[in-house]
């Protein structure tokens, strides 16, 4: 289903009215987790008068240690919704688990992240591929782009063809920075299927100031758009907070890309 094969246009994916693929960029951009509804509203503010669309926020974290800080949970979603409503930005966050999908519904989102961790959790897929809701399914951190297909694969089987993939840098050799953000993936995706392919360069890189030549590079390369971490205050961000743009960065990546797309 989710192969060029099957369908030779490629797909446009509609989120609330909001196209993700076809000749629109679009970038989603947000804080790593939800904190405090202060802290949503003022990035919720600052992401939409940056010119951005879409907002993201995790309320479930996948953590690597199991003693910081795990998310808000439900209350966070309660809090993203609110903020995000006041600007009219559809909101995209993280399901990790089945048992709150019910929850994800009655909150609206917009968009259902499947992390890297779950890109291979299976009976999640399959779940999510029962509603009709859009899913951002990011690449495993050592996933192939057969292994990263055959998941969408997965949530299309079930019905659910609304599937964005997003490239959020792969496991290496090298150390010099969080991961390695595989550009030639768009090429090669843009090949073997019609659905649209974005980038988190947050993840990727992992320090802020790689973000904007690594966000440049991504839609030079012809993905269809971003996934950007930013925070109303970096510093202070409780996840993540090493690759956060500041609100100036933000609106100033968010500029500087406008340059490129017309270029193209
Ligand atoms: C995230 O987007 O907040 C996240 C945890 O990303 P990943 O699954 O790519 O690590
Ligand atoms: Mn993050």
Redesign the pocket.
């Known amino acids: 289903i989710v192969s060029r094969e099957s369908h030779k246009q490629d797909s446009i994916i509609d989120v609330r009215g909001i196209p993700v693929g076809g000749n629109q960029i679009q970038v989603i951009g947000g804080p ?2 939800v904190e405090t509804p202060e802290q949503m509203n003022l990035a919720a503010q600052q992401v939409s008068s940056a010119g951005c669309r879409l907002m ?1 926020g ?1 309320a479930f ?2 953590r690597t240690s199991p003693y910081t800080f795990q998310g808000k949970g439900r209350d966070g979603l309660g809090i993203f919704r609110k903020a995000a409503d006041k600007y009219n930005l559809p909101i995209v966050t ?1 399901l990790m688990d089945v048992r709150m999908l019910d929850t994800f519904l009655e909150h609206d989102v917009d968009v259902i ?1 499947i ?4 890109m291979q959790n299976f009976d999640l897929l399959k779940e999510v591929g029962r509603t009709n809701k859009p899913v951002i399914l ?1 690449r495993g ?1 050592s996933a192939t782009i057969s292994e990263w297909l055959m998941a969408a694969e997965y949530i299309a089987a079930g019905g659910n063809h609304n599937i964005i993939f ?1 490239e ?2 792969i496991r290496t050799f090298e150390t010099a920075y969080r991961n390695v953000m595989d550009v030639t993936c768009v090429p090669v995706l843009k090949r073997e299927t019609h659905l649209p392919v974005i980038i ?1 360069p ?2 990727a890189g992992g320090k802020s100031w790689m973000v904007p030549s690594l966000a440049r590079a991504a839609i030079a390369a012809g993905a269809d758009g971003l ?1 950007v ?1 930013m925070h109303p205050n970096p510093c202070e961000a409780w ?2 907070a090493d690759q956060a743009l500041s609100p100036q960065e933000f609106t100033d990546l968010m500029c500087s890309l406008k340059g490129i797309a017309q270029v193209i």
């Open positions: 790593c987790s993201r995790g974290k996948p993280e992240q992390g890297t961790r779950n990011k951190l997003c959020r840098g988190d947050s993840h996934l971490e996840c993540d």
